[in-house]
């Protein structure tokens, strides 16, 4: 078997010890330090809401919030994490299901199709929203610019995230935080 | 009883499980499964001299690695010519794994299975094939050149050529007053969904029995298809579509070589077993389409009205053509739009070249045949100086003459026969929204300032709800649930909220209560599956009819139960309720109860169906001749051919005089599409499919060089639209409802991207007066079209 040596002496195939706090949860597993931290979420922490649009970082899919900022997790190795802490779409939404006001915003504006790249576009537009909390049109457009949808045709996409910066601004909520129980109802219909 | 559940903007139930990120996309499922990375061509056309496995077996977590010669004989076979026609005498398909010969880049060769795709690539990377490189056969003319063939035994690379004409074309064109003849072409693009392909099979040695889930538009086909190739029993076989990451046509293709592959390594290995596309295999080994190249004759009078159109084209089906002619069929109907034709010919040479096979992608050849029906128009108006509205209210079909058979032959063998529609109106609202009339001014206006603006338009029909059938089932479970299933399958089209409305509108209940399930053979065996927006006129009506039959056994039970005549009953608010008098009312879920007789009382609900709590007529039995137990009813809609929607778009872009850039602003779509079950959701389709046209007219290309490599193979090359790239889209309906079903439902999946191409190249060439004949354009292609006009004048 050929063997990648690296300078630290770790080899491509060894398995190494990655601990990460994962929507307020403290997870670790044994992996190779080559391993993408998509695929360590997806795959060994089961957590399959990052999805995996194109793996060389253009699609967006695979955003997640890394200390608050969002990042591309299929462009990032699951060692370079250690002892950091991780959002996943998975933690946005209250305990008891009551969505996200993101993504609450993107239910009411049509603003997902087949849902694959729904939680790149909901967790980038938190990352946005924590940046740029009063932000115009033009900005929205911006600051979703960073992820591919194959579906939508971007309208409710933007639509969503004009509503939700509104509602997080009067809110004065921090758009990275989980939803408390009972701050949103699940599966609320708006009149249209 | 509430307002009407059909036509309201509800929002979809499918969205807070997506929201979360609890979808189940098939690569989040079989997590222990190996994975399999499939060893592909990286040449257009070359003979394997040899396959050598080099170290490859050494590599850590390697399970097993199979190349042709591995296979049982029945997976040897070609893959099925999915759609045979009578016209298509060449025709060839792939092999699961190539035989000795690859004709396109991303070609199978070989499959490694291991324990995960790390050690998967690993393992393939190690593999040594030796080939021996032919030339490449790329672009459709080279083809026709026939100098070198893709497939030996096929030298003129033509597998097909068709020919259907009504009136007499050539003899029209040539008596009319003028005549033109130019040339169009489409370039190759790909339906490119966000989620690629993949597929996962679970054999249960204990059952024998196997479940395969795949990224499927066809799960009853694929089902079928790999028990054929494995020697099963449908009975043994059960394939689920799951929640899919985007379709547009690609994934009606099947079976892919891994969805055969796949689960005959996991019956062979008694372990799962999962392959999870990557995109640059997307890119290269999921079909494309699109390519066709048009030589057009017209003839036509002082008005512009069209006389005689004869259009000779060739589509590039690229390597092998699973799909038959469906694509170049369509181009060669559909291309005909709202206008009246009466004499028109058309012929096709469908041409093998070394590039990935070509399947539908939403549109499916009409965006071809509409852009050169457009075009045509739009340069009769020029060379009468009309005004191309005009020119096109001229040549329309009106809505008198409706229904109108044209006498050709449409994709399903059936008769190209538009069922409704109203041209002359779709158009008076389109000039409406975009404000036509008013575009000279502002057109003067931008020119004052050294702008160069634009408008164009474009209009097209498009034949939906294609058969054979499609079916429903509806079930009142004693809980009060009500279970709703058909066989196609989903890819973001809310359907399950869609045919929740139609199962709940009819039968009174609350929009919640019912449960929509798609693409799952365990629950509905029979379907045809999900593409030519066919789901809400096909599947839509079989569950309204199902539903219906529900309803009918509802009263039938409740009338006797209450002892009303069934007339005089209806139902509501989840209940069988006496017209005029709501209090007198059953609910529906104990007519759920009651319409299974039970021995057993295994909870209080179920006492009132025992045999001595509600003993009947003792003289008859207790299942009704006739009758069977369950509320429940399965029904099938099979139209006798398809039916039409239609609409138009008009675009006004800015082109930029320097960089030639193309900045598109006011975008406006008409649709008809008949009974809209769910406007939010037809709208959404409309917006996704508005973008799709976009990207297809201004940046996305498969751009193969001469020796058949793809150059752009990812996303940082091939340019799909953000959301900086797409325009705002003001949408007017226009409701006409289909003659031929139940619910007058006409499809909207694919309308929105039909006549983008069309459109903006006419904005374009209305903006800088240079002919616009091929798509797309990227600003350099316009900016030495540019040079080229004003050095030639
Ligand atoms: S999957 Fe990471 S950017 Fe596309
Ligand atoms: S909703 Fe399907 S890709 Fe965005």
Redesign the pocket.
């Known amino acids: 078997m050929t063997t990648n040596a690296t300078a630290t002496g770790i080899d491509a195939h060894d398995r190494v010890e990655v601990t990460v706090t994962v929507n307020g949860v403290p997870r670790s597993s044994q992996v190779q330090p080559r391993r993408l931290l998509s695929d360590f979420l997806r795959h060994d922490l089961r957590l399959t809401g990052t999805h995996v649009g194109c793996e060389h970082g253009v699609c967006g899919a695979c955003t997640v919030l890394l200390d608050g900022a969002p990042v591309r997790s299929c462009l990032t190795f699951a060692v370079s994490v250690d002892g950091h802490e991780l959002t996943t779409i998975e933690g946005l939404a209250a305990a008891d299901g009551g969505l996200h006001p993101v993504q609450q915003a993107f239910r009411d504006h049509h603003g997902?199709?087949?849902?694959?790249?729904?939680p790149g576009f909901v967790v980038s537009a938190c990352g946005f929203l924590a940046e740029h909390p009063d932000p115009d049109d033009e900005q929205i457009r911006e600051g979703m610019a960073g992820n591919l949808?194959?579906?939508?045709g971007y309208t409710g996409i933007l639509g969503a995230v004009r509503q939700a910066a509104d509602e997080l601004r009067a809110t004065g909520d921090d758009p990275r935080q989980r939803t408390r129980d009972g701050a949103t109802a699940s599966g609320e219909e708006v009149s249209s | 009883m509430t307002t009407s559940l059909l036509g309201a903007p509800v929002a979809r139930s499918e969205d807070p499980r997506l929201l979360r990120g609890e979808g189940r996309f098939v690569d989040d499922l079989g997590h222990d499964a190996f994975e399999v990375a499939v060893v592909r061509s990286p040449h257009a056309h070359a003979r394997i001299v040899d396959i050598d496995l080099g170290d490859a077996l050494e590599v850590d977590g390697l399970i097993s690695v199979y190349t042709f010669d591995d296979l049982p004989e029945r997976l040897r076979e070609p893959l099925p010519l999915l759609i045979p026609h009578p016209s298509l005498t060449a025709g060839r398909t792939q092999h699961v794994l190539a035989d000795g010969e690859v004709n396109h880049v991303g070609e199978a060769v070989a499959l490694v299975v291991a324990e995960d795709r790390y050690a998967a690539e690993d393992a393939a990377e190690r593999i040594m094939v030796d080939y021996d490189p032919l030339p490449a056969v790329v672009g459709p003319e080279r083809a026709l050149q026939a100098d070198q063939a893709v497939h030996d035994d096929i030298a003129d690379n033509v597998a097909a050529h068709l020919e259907q004409e009504i009136g007499d074309a050539r003899a029209a064109i040539a008596d009319a007053a003028h005549r033109l003849s130019f040339r169009l072409d489409i370039e190759r693009s790909a339906s490119t969904p966000?989620e690629t392909r993949g597929t996962y099979a679970r054999w249960d040695a204990d059952d024998q029995r196997l479940r395969l889930y795949s990224s499927t538009q066809a799960p009853t086909s694929v089902r079928a298809a790999v028990a054929a190739y494995l020697g099963l029993d449908l009975a043994q076989v059960e394939c689920i579509a799951p929640d899919i990451?985007?379709g547009f046509g690609v994934k009606i293709m099947h079976p892919w070589p891994e969805e055969i592959l796949v689960p005959w390594v996991a019956r062979e290995l008694g372990h799962d077993v999962k392959f999870t596309e990557d995109r640059r295999e997307h890119f290269v080994s999921a079909n494309h389409e699109r390519a066709q190249v048009h030589q057009v004759e017209v003839g036509f009078d002082d008005e512009g009205r069209v006389l005689g159109l004869d259009v000779e084209f060739v589509h590039d089906h690229g390597a092998y053509i699973p799909y038959g002619l469906i694509v170049p069929i369509i181009t060669s109907t559909q291309l005909i739009g709202p206008y009246k034709l009466e004499n028109y010919r058309v012929t096709f040479d469908s041409v093998y070249t070394n590039t990935t096979p070509v399947t539908p992608y939403r549109g499916a050849g009409r965006p071809q045949g509409c852009f050169v029906m457009e075009r045509t128009i739009d340069r009769i108006a020029a060379h009468l100086g009309r005004d191309r509205t005009e020119v096109r209210a001229a040549n329309f079909l009106q809505p008198e003459e409706l229904p109108y058979d044209f006498g050709l032959v449409f994709q399903d063998g059936r008769a190209y026969r538009y069922d409704s529609g109203d041209f002359p109106g779709s158009l008076s609202k389109l000039k409406e929204l975009i404000d036509w009339d008013g575009f000279a001014a502002r057109k003067a206006a931008a020119a004052a300032e050294g702008r160069l603006l634009g408008i164009g338009l474009a209009a097209y029909v498009e034949g939906t709800g294609v058969g054979p059938y499609e079916g429903g089932h509806v079930l009142v479970e004693p809980n009060g649930s009500v279970q709703v299933s058909t066989g196609l399958s989903s890819q973001?089209q809310g359907h399950q909220t869609a045919f929740a409305q139609i199962a709940a509108e009819e039968l009174g209940v609350d929009l919640a209560d019912v449960k929509v399930v798609t693409g799952d053979t365990r629950r509905f065996p029979y379907a045809v599956g999900t593409f030519a927006s066919r789901a809400a006129v096909m599947s839509g009506n079989a569950i309204h009819l199902a539903a219906r039959k529900v309803r009918e056994k509802a009263l039938r039970i409740a009338s006797e139960a209450l002892e009303v005549d069934a007339e005089d009953l209806e139902l509501a608010d989840g209940k069988v309720r006496v017209k005029g008098s709501p209090d007198t009312s059953i609910d529906l879920n104990v007519v759920a109860t009651m319409s299974n007789p039970l021995r057993y009382a295994f909870d209080e609900a179920a006492r009132i169906a025992t045999q001595f709590t509600q003993p009947g007529d003792p003289n008859a039995p207790p299942v009704a001749e006739g009758e069977a137990p369950g509320l429940e009813a399965t029904d099938y809609y099979s139209p006798i051919h398809s039916t039409f929607a239609n609409g138009m778009h008009a675009v006004e872009v800015e082109v930029d005089p320097d960089t030639s850039d193309v900045r598109i602003g006011r975008y406006a779509v008409v649709h008809d599409c008949g009974t809209l079950v769910n406007p939010r959701i037809v709208e959404g389709q409309i917006f996704g499919g508005v973008a799709q046209g976009v990207g297809g007219a201004l940046y996305e290309r498969m751009a193969y060089d001469e020796h058949g490599q793809l150059q752009n193979a990812s996303f940082m090359d091939f340019l799909m639209p953000y959301a900086t790239e797409v325009p705002r889209v003001d949408v007017d309906h226009l409701e006409t409802p289909s003659p031929l079903n139940p619910l007058g439902i006409k499809g909207a999946g694919e309308a929105g991207v039909i006549p983008g191409a069309a459109a903006i190249a006419a904005a374009i060439e209305d903006a800088t007066g240079v002919v616009i004949d091929a798509m797309p354009i990227s600003p350099s292609q316009l900016h030495a079209r540019r040079l080229d006009a004003a050095s030639t004048t």
């Open positions: 997902l199709q087949c849902g694959f790249c729904t949808c194959r579906c939508t | 966000m990451g985007g973001g």
